[in-house]
């Protein structure tokens, strides 16, 4: 992964399991790992991401609609099983958003449309 696609509080997973990132340096980022209740520093390429699933996405607080559909808040999330990625649009304009593929791209997204964290339960 690269530093510039990541933003403080995001998850992301290394050889040590999921960890969040606390501080962003050019090629290194603080890490948390809950599990082991541990900070240390990691480079940005040892970093990858977490796909973003159903179960991950009910974790944050979607409903389910029916398989490969859910809402979030004001937002629709549609599995495009070709692309494997989420489709997401505005449930009141219909307006495409964006597309998400993995956690930290679900953080971010919610966070510059919301203006606050996502819950995430991992």
């Not at 960890?19 to 050019?26: H, L, M, T, Y």
């Not at 989420?86 to 993995?102: C, H, L, P, Q, R």
Request: with cysteine; charged share 20%.
């Amino acid at each position: 992964m690269e530093a510039n696609e990541l933003r403080l509080n995001n998850y992301t997973s290394c050889n040590f399991g999921i960890v969040q990132i606390s501080a962003i340096r050019d090629i290194e980022c603080e890490v948390h790992n809950a599990d082991f209740n541990v900070n240390t520093c990691v480079f940005t390429n040892k970093l990858e991401p977490i796909p973003l699933t159903e179960e991950i996405l009910l974790k944050c607080g979607s409903t389910e609609l029916i398989k490969g559909f859910h809402y979030h808040d004001r937002f629709n999330l549609k599995w495009m099983e070709a692309y494997k990625y989420w489709y997401v649009t505005d449930i009141v304009t219909g307006a495409y958003i964006t597309k998400v593929e993995f956690v930290h791209e679900w953080q971010n997204t919610w966070f510059v449309l919301q203006g606050q964290e996502l819950s995430v339960q991992l």
